[in-house]
């Protein structure tokens, strides 16, 4: 027999789903409008008679950006930086969380304290330019993955999964049997610890794909070129060209180009964003577990 509720109780109830719905209405807006204006003609989107769902069916943006060539080569480059961007990240990530989540780890407070430092001060863009170059990184694949190999964040979030989620009786188990740390690291720990790799894996991928400043600074060869970089290069070159025909004075050209603006826009945001929202849905159940990390203790 089901539980009767108090009124006060459905009440409670009533005002979360409207909040939810709100934030649902709220949150997808912007990305529905989007990928509707990017199909609709310029004309129905700058006037507002496009406020939701497509109007006057086109796919002129998407067809200008792909025709460029140096789309599908900022594509190849920029999902080979952030697969071995982010497998060096997690390969940084999760042996050092691990190793400061342990209570034996000699010396554990200053390497805290040490890596803590890092969060709150850095020596800023001149000095780490400067490092890259001496390492001799600059460009190379290496300057787009190597300076963010690890966040102090991300760290300090994976080494509190490690101490709420993993019971320490396996690990004590693991070492009566005779099992190393590193053996105990890889056959129990990681297994263990799906939700959290996909929670660091997703923060650190995404920030691999958007990534475009390192590129500006680090690269010459366009080559090496991330996506970003050619899509930025795209919006500043129409941009560019927007303005020099407002100076020659030719009105029609003008409108024109200004229509093919606008619709490129919104095209190179669902090109950019496109590859993400693909992904997420795959790891939405380990990211919203990963999430929670610390919430309930024992």
């Given at each position: 027999?089901?539980?009767?509720?108090?009124?006060?109780?459905k009440?409670?109830?009533?005002?979360?789903?409207?909040?939810?719905?709100f934030?649902?209405?709220?949150?997808?807006?912007?990305?529905?409008?989007?990928?509707?204006?990017?199909?609709s003609?310029?004309?129905?989107?700058?006037?507002g008679?496009?406020?939701?769902?497509?109007?006057?069916?086109?796919?002129?943006?998407?067809?200008?950006?792909?025709?460029?060539?140096?789309?599908?080569?900022?594509?190849?480059?920029?999902?080979?930086?952030?697969?071995?961007?982010?497998?060096?990240?997690?390969?940084?990530t999760?042996?050092?969380?691990?190793?400061?989540?342990?209570?034996?780890?000699?010396?554990?407070?200053f390497?805290m304290?040490?890596?803590?430092?890092?969060?709150f001060f850095?020596?800023?863009?001149?000095?780490?330019?400067?490092?890259v170059?001496?390492?001799?990184?600059?460009?190379?694949?290496?300057?787009?993955?190597l300076p963010?190999?690890?966040?102090?964040?991300?760290?300090?979030?994976?080494?509190?999964?490690?101490?709420?989620?993993?019971?320490?009786?396996?690990?004590?188990?693991?070492?009566?049997?005779?099992?190393?740390?590193?053996?105990?690291?890889?056959?129990?720990?990681?297994?263990?610890?799906?939700?959290?790799?996909?929670?660091?894996?997703?923060?650190?991928?995404?920030?691999?794909?958007n990534?475009?400043?390192?590129?500006?600074?680090?690269?010459?060869?366009?080559?090496?070129?991330?996506?970003?970089?050619?899509?930025?290069?795209?919006?500043?070159q129409?941009?560019?060209?927007?303005?020099l025909?407002?100076q020659?004075?030719?009105?029609?050209?003008?409108?024109?180009h200004?229509r093919?603006?606008?619709?490129?826009?919104?095209?190179?945001?669902?090109?950019?964003?496109?590859p993400?929202?693909?992904?997420?849905?795959?790891?939405?159940?380990?990211f919203?577990?990963?999430?929670?990390?610390g919430s309930?203790?024992?």
């Amino acid at each position: 027999m089901a539980i009767k509720q108090a009124k006060s109780d459905k009440i409670f109830d009533i005002c979360n789903k409207i909040l939810v719905w709100f934030f649902i209405v709220v949150i997808s807006y912007p990305l529905v409008y989007i990928i509707s204006a990017s199909i609709s003609d310029p004309q129905y989107v700058n006037s507002g008679e496009m406020w939701l769902f497509p109007k006057g069916l086109t796919f002129e943006g998407f067809e200008r950006v792909f025709q460029s060539s140096e789309i599908w080569l900022g594509y190849r480059n920029t999902i080979f930086y952030t697969l071995l961007g982010t497998f060096i990240n997690l390969a940084v990530t999760l042996p050092m969380a691990y190793a400061l989540s342990r209570s034996d780890l000699v010396g554990r407070k200053f390497i805290m304290l040490a890596l803590v430092f890092t969060m709150f001060f850095e020596g800023g863009l001149i000095p780490t330019y400067l490092l890259v170059r001496d390492l001799g990184m600059i460009n190379t694949v290496w300057a787009m993955v190597l300076p963010s190999a690890a966040a102090m964040w991300n760290i300090i979030v994976t080494m509190t999964f490690f101490k709420v989620s993993i019971p320490k009786g396996l690990e004590e188990a693991a070492e009566i049997d005779g099992a190393s740390q590193i053996r105990t690291f890889f056959q129990i720990v990681i297994p263990l610890s799906a939700p959290i790799i996909a929670v660091m894996a997703l923060f650190y991928g995404v920030g691999h794909w958007n990534q475009y400043f390192g590129a500006l600074i680090y690269l010459q060869d366009r080559e090496l070129y991330p996506l970003q970089l050619f899509l930025r290069e795209i919006l500043v070159q129409q941009q560019l060209t927007t303005e020099l025909m407002q100076q020659s004075g030719s009105a029609e050209a003008l409108s024109e180009h200004a229509r093919i603006a606008d619709i490129i826009k919104y095209a190179v945001m669902i090109v950019s964003a496109a590859p993400l929202l693909i992904v997420y849905p795959f790891l939405q159940r380990f990211f919203i577990k990963g999430v929670m990390i610390g919430s309930l203790k024992e």
